[in-house]
């Protein structure tokens, strides 16, 4: 059975850092690309950041890239998203996902979700 759990949220100031973790298992990912996302309270859950399992290759929204950096660590099996200088507008629950094959913006494409884990950014 194919787990996806996140960790790591909380509720932090704007200007602060946030580390998410997402610990996969059940399969190897080797030819997936993990995704995050988020969803903010009232709003649709949107694009994050994609990074491909197998060579670390990254694909940020553009709204993120610069303060958000995506990684993983294959010897744990646990993907990250480093959340720096964070904002207000960043408050949503964020959310790890796998999808076989390449990268992809699109969260209907992905299989397997976790359940989601709540960042709060109080300004």
């Known amino acids: 059975q194919v787990q996806l759990v996140e960790s790591g949220g909380g509720l932090v100031q704007a200007g602060d850092s946030l580390r998410l973790s997402c610990a996969v298992s059940?399969?190897?990912?080797?030819?997936?690309?993990m995704g995050w996302f988020r969803q903010p309270p009232g709003k649709e859950r949107e694009f994050v950041a994609t990074i491909n399992w197998s060579d670390g290759s990254t694909y940020y929204a553009a709204s993120m890239k610069g303060r958000f950096t995506v990684s993983r660590d294959n010897t744990k099996n646990t993907a990250y998203l480093q959340m720096n200088s964070l904002k207000p507008e960043d408050t949503a629950v964020y959310y790890c996902a796998a999808r076989y094959g390449g990268q992809n913006i699109n969260a209907a494409t992905y299989r397997y979700w976790g359940q989601g884990t709540q960042v709060t950014v109080s300004s």
């Open positions: 059940g399969r190897t990912f080797t030819n997936y690309a």
